[in-house]
């Protein structure tokens, strides 16, 4: 059975980092084909893609945002980390991490984990 | 960025119609085309992958379509548990874009 959660601060001060980690069961992101994304989704509005790493340490970042975010991964402690910088308050979401894989070519998030709210304020 | 358009932005229904909700996607991403529907407070639950690959345990109620830049998730015989927003994702390039969602609310 595999299932992630997510864990970090749900209030971050405007200009500090965010450091969110997603720990996870039931899989390794040592398997070939495996992944792991960030998701994120401001209140009432839609979901919104930031960052992949996967199984061989490759990773894909946001544009609009890679310049802000690092995602990177401890196999052993079946954890994934996210990190992003210069936190604003339009940073402002629920946070999802979630388990990815290929099928029949296309990449997709089978398992989500239950999100983690985190409000910037100062 | 490969532009994800969803329509419409929400629609209503009655339990028992056919729903047809569209994509459209800003280039072509062949089959790289998944659906999420996700109820409030909760986490996006994957529904169809590779446009028309039911996801495991997914009522065969939901089926998916299209290629290149237009794809379209029907939903027959709609049910009370479908009411939801519905969201769909490319693969194909990066970032993996979402559409702007789809609200399917109650008539």
Known sequence: ?122 | DIQMTQSPSSLSASVGDRVTITCRASQSISSYLNWYQQKPGKAPNLLIYAVSSLQSGVPSRFSGSGSGTDFTLTISNLQPEDFATYYCQQSYGNPRTFGQGTKVEIK
């Open chain 1, 1 to 122: 059975q595999i299932t992630l959660k997510e864990s970090g601060p749900t209030l971050v001060k405007p200009t500090q980092t965010l450091t969110l980690t997603c720990t996870f069961s039931g899989f390794s992101l040592g398997t070939s084909e495996v992944g792991v994304g960030w998701i994120r989704q401001p209140p009432g509005k839609a979901l919104e893609w930031l960052a992949l790493i996967y199984w061989d340490d490759d990773n894909r970042y946001s544009p609009s945002l890679k310049s802000r975010l690092t995602i990177t991964k401890d196999t052993s402690k079946n954890q994934v980390v996210l990190r992003m910088t210069n936190i604003d308050p339009v940073d402002t979401a629920t946070y999802y991490c979630a388990h990815g894989q290929y099928g029949s070519g296309s990449f997709y998030f089978d398992y989500w984990g239950q999100g983690t709210l985190v409000t910037v304020s100062s």
